[in-house]
Each structure stands twice: as structure tokens, then as C-alpha cells.
């Protein structure tokens, strides 16, 4: 495996491979949620994918020194999408100053919505916040933009520097 991709092949379970169906995901996300409410899960999830996150930006060697956050993306990108473990395809991201906004396409959490669920994403927000403060050196306030209607299973992310 290369320093610069997360494990996508037979690395980790050499006999089932490295991935789990989108169906065992959503069963644990929404079993968390019926145990803990949804506040609290979308907390904890959130938290978790913030860690994730920033072992990638880090395990990339992705540094705002070496690159542009764009640039960077693309990199988590490769790694997030369909070369990647398929969390989600990161499709647009926009920079203005300190803010960002980030579109990513079919996010795991988002799987089998229909086209106007209120399904948060709170593991892929959490990946691409920790992934962002990793780069940028800085604390971000993370949060799901409303998309009006969830085309091709698309949602958005702002993040704002605290």
C-alpha cells in the first residue's frame, strides 16, 4: 500500500477484503441514532470522521506549505472516491477568503434517500472538517448546507474558521 492511499484492496481482511456494504453502514448509523437520538449520534459520528480525517491529511502529507486547498482536495479526493474507499466523490469546492464550501456526490449516509431526505452526513462532514483544519492549520465550524433537492444524491458543506 502507498504512504498516499488509504487501504482499498485485501490489506486489512485478506479473505472478505477491506470494504462493507453501504447496508451494514447505514444499519449502524441508524442504530446509533435510535440508541443515543440523533443529536448525539450526528456529535459522536462527527467526532469520529473529524479523527479519520486528519490520519488522512496527515498520512497524505497534505500542508497548505505544499499545496493549495483545492489541490489538496483533489488529493483526499482520489483517496474518498471511486479510486478511493467510495465514502463520497468530492465534485466541487469553492474558497473565498477563510470560507469553503464543499459539494460532494453520493455520500455513503445518503444511500438509498430519496431525492428530498434530511439525511445528514455527519461521518463525510466530519472527514472533510478534520481533513480541512489539518490543512489550513486552523479550527473550522462544519455544517451541512440544505440542498433544496438532493439530486444524484448530492449534498454540501460550509466551513467557517472559529
Do not use: W
Request: proline share 2%; charged share 25%.
Amino acid at each position: 500500500m502507498s504512504n498516499n492511499m488509504i487501504a482499498t484492496s485485501n490489506t486489512l481482511r485478506p479473505m472478505l477484503g477491506d470494504f462493507v456494504s453501504v447496508m451494514d453502514y447505514k444499519a449502524l448509523l441508524e442504530g446509533i441514532e435510535h440508541n443515543i437520538g440523533t443529536k448525539a449520534a450526528a456529535t459522536l459520528i462527527t467526532a469520529a470522521g473529524r479523527t479519520y480525517g486528519k490520519k488522512i491529511a496527515i498520512r497524505l502529507g497534505a500542508t497548505m506549505e505544499t499545496q493549495n486547498l483545492s489541490t489538496v482536495l483533489k488529493r483526499l479526493n482520489i483517496n474518498l472516491g471511486l479510486e478511493g474507499t467510495r465514502l463520497c466523490v468530492i465534485e466541487e469546492v469553492f474558497q473565498q477568503g477563510d470560507f469553503i464550501k464543499v459539494k460532494v456526490v453520493e455520500p455513503v449516509e445518503m444511500s438509498g434517500e430519496t431525492d428530498d431526505s434530511k439525511r445528514l452526513c455527519p461521518f463525510t462532514l466530519g472527514v472533510l472538517s478534520g481533513f480541512i483544519d489539518t490543512i489550513m492549520q486552523k479550527r473550522h465550524q462544519g455544517r451541512q448546507v440544505t440542498v433544496d433537492e438532493q439530486a444524484d444524491i448530492q449534498t454540501e458543506f460550509e466551513f467557517i474558521p472559529l
